[in-house]
């Protein structure tokens, strides 16, 4: 059921997030990962133009002589799948690149919202939990990986997956953008992935309207440079407003796997722990 509340908010986050860019004192965080969008793009981009004819080419061949017909309208769809997967491919790897100063813009800009410190870390503690933010991103791509390929399957199905596929892949690429850059500020505070993906789950209208206008954003040139520290900027704010606090007191945000026993959620210098008599001790 689509929540036109959420969607409101989404919209509000989204621009939101290209405010706080600006702000002083977090330009140095925003700096940084443009730059290496800059560089991962141009390869990117580069080589998808070098190889775009011949992947066409190879796309339509599975397409049957008696569909010839329809040869226009399957070559728009099979390059809209094209760019979709380019796009998943970027997003990735932009990912892995940035996890560890996308992680310091999520926190910078949250200590400014609330006021309260998250971690107390020199630079030397930073690069030490790099292993940690990257094995986060593995963690989204062991998730999204086997969605993909199913996807990108499905679009070889002569005129069902061309038509079928890419609204699939773009709803999914949407979920998976609210989860890429929401991710930077649960993981500041150690939730899991799994608590992470059910909590924006209880919010899924709000989520993909979210991951849907960065997904736009990202085609646009010159807009897709800045996009990144946009996206996280407006994810932090979104989980100071919707799950910060309930995530510290509600059950309701617990992992899929579903646990008796009692749920601890750390955020800022403050812990709280909820037993599953309801009762909650700080």
Not at 48 to 58: A, L, N, P, R, V
Not at 147 to 152: G, W
């Given at each position: 059921m689509i929540n036109q509340q959420e969607i409101k908010s989404a919209f509000h986050y989204f621009v939101?997030?290209?405010?706080?860019?600006?702000?002083?004192?977090?330009r140095r965080f925003v700096v940084m990962p443009i730059v290496m969008n800059v560089i991962l793009l141009s390869g990117l981009f580069w080589l998808?133009?070098?190889?775009?004819?011949?992947?066409?080419?190879?796309m339509m061949s599975f397409v049957p002589d008696?569909?010839?017909f329809l040869g226009v309208i399957l070559l728009?769809?099979?390059?809209?799948?094209i760019l979709l997967l380019f796009y998943f491919t970027f997003t990735t790897l932009s990912g892995f690149i940035a996890a560890p100063f996308n992680g310091l813009l999520a926190e910078k800009l949250e200590k400014m919202l609330t006021g309260e410190l998250i971690n107390d870390d020199t630079w030397l503690d930073v690069l030490k939990d790099v292993p940690r933010m990257l094995h986060r991103e593995w963690q989204k791509l062991l998730y999204s990986l086997?969605?993909?390929?199913?996807?990108?399957?499905?679009?070889f199905i002569p005129l069902v997956g061309q038509i079928v596929a890419p609204p699939l892949t773009f709803l999914f690429t949407a979920w998976m953008m609210a989860i890429q850059y929401c991710d930077y500020p649960f993981d500041n505070h150690k939730v899991s992935f799994d608590v992470m993906r059910t909590a924006l789950g209880e919010r899924r209208t709000q989520s993909l309207t979210f991951g849907g206008l960065v997904t736009c954003c990202t085609f646009l040139p010159i807009v897709n440079l800045l996009i990144i520290p946009v996206a996280v900027c407006g994810a932090t704010l979104m989980?100071?407003?919707?799950?910060?606090?309930?995530?510290?007191?509600?059950?309701n945000f617990q992992s899929p796997r579903g646990s008796s026993a009692t749920e601890v959620a750390t955020c800022g210098n403050e812990t709280a722990v909820r037993a599953p008599n309801g009762q909650s001790v700080k």
């Open positions: 939101m997030g290209w405010h706080f860019i600006t702000q002083k004192g977090l998808f133009i070098s190889q775009i004819g011949d992947i066409i080419d190879w008696w569909l010839g728009a769809l099979s390059i809209v799948m086997p969605k993909i390929i199913a996807l990108f399957l499905l679009g989980w100071v407003e919707n799950y910060r606090d309930k995530l510290r007191f509600d059950m």
